[in-house]
């Protein structure tokens, strides 16, 4: 992997984060993406301080505009792109249901029909539009030099989707399919194409659902965590080796198409 280059969307949040820096210790270029320019810059200065070699850089999954340009100016600072990270993603309290069960919903809650249209779109366009565009503004340039690797980032709720989040649990089941979908049109010239599908890991994006104010385990977390043969929550750190089996072609290089679970056994527990 020394002196590849990796370019990581959603690069300021929790587990991309890690992933970058992870991949910064073993040699790689990384280029962090992210519509907060200061998160990514801030990283990029750490992993620089460690030694690494890392640029963050302001960009919108939503604007292939905005990604074709940023693509230009990693191509000049680092050169030919070799990983594809795509990372961008999250869902929106305006796709979210108030409660799980229609008939059970509080007046005050949201149920299924007050979602609005705006957050939906918003979610399902973040999630796969977002991978959709990154990978037309990153990938040519590999489909056409014949070699690259792209990694995307499902879910769990591709799987078997959640209760009360609708729209990303349809959305990471886009990402899913989408893969598998890329795998089979990049087979032919040398580019591979994987997703991964974490778990539950505590974020900054989910953390005040997993977590109440007195940092105690909510209802919705301990029926998470009865739910997780292993029974607790992953460390970002646990997505890091199954990133580098991905990446590496050496390791992996007859695997393309696989969403790869990392979940503590979620997916595999019937609940019973």
């Not at 693509?71 to 990983?83: M, N, P, V, Y």
């Not at 999250?90 to 409660?99: I, K, L, V, Y």
Request: aromatic letters at 10%; hydrophobic letters at 40%; one cysteine or more.
């Amino acid at each position: 992997m020394k002196d590849k280059v990796a370019v990581i969307t959603g690069a300021g949040g929790v587990l991309c984060g890690e992933i970058a820096a992870y991949l910064a210790s073993r040699g790689v270029k990384v280029a962090l993406l992210d519509i907060n320019e200061e998160a990514v810059q801030e990283i990029a200065m750490e992993i620089c301080d460690g030694g690494g070699e890392a640029k963050g850089y302001k960009a919108d999954v939503l604007n292939k505009e905005s990604l074709q340009k940023t693509q230009k100016k990693i191509r000049d600072d680092f050169g030919a792109i070799d990983l594809l990270i795509n990372g961008a993603g999250g869902n929106h309290s305006s796709a979210t249901t108030g409660e799980e069960f229609y008939g059970s919903v509080k007046k005050s809650d949201k149920s299924f029909f007050d979602l609005s249209e705006s957050g939906v779109d918003f979610v399902f366009d973040l999630n796969f539009k977002g991978t959709f565009l990154t990978t037309q503004a990153f990938a040519k340039s590999m489909a056409e030099r014949g070699s690259g690797n792209i990694i995307n980032i499902s879910s769990m709720n591709a799987f078997t989707p959640l209760t009360k989040i609708p729209a990303y649990s349809a959305a990471k089941a886009a990402v899913s399919n989408f893969t598998q979908w890329l795998a089979v049109y990049f087979a032919a010239c040398g580019v591979r194409v994987n997703a991964i599908a974490p778990g539950f890991f505590v974020t900054n994006q989910n953390r005040a659902l997993l977590y109440d104010a007195d940092g105690n385990l909510t209802e919705r977390s301990r029926k998470i965590l009865r739910n997780t043969p292993m029974n607790r929550f992953g460390e970002p750190k646990e997505l890091l080796g199954a990133v580098r089996f991905l990446a590496d072609d050496k390791e992996s290089g007859f695997i393309t198409g696989v969403v790869l679970p990392i979940d503590g056994g979620f997916n595999a527990y019937s609940g019973v």
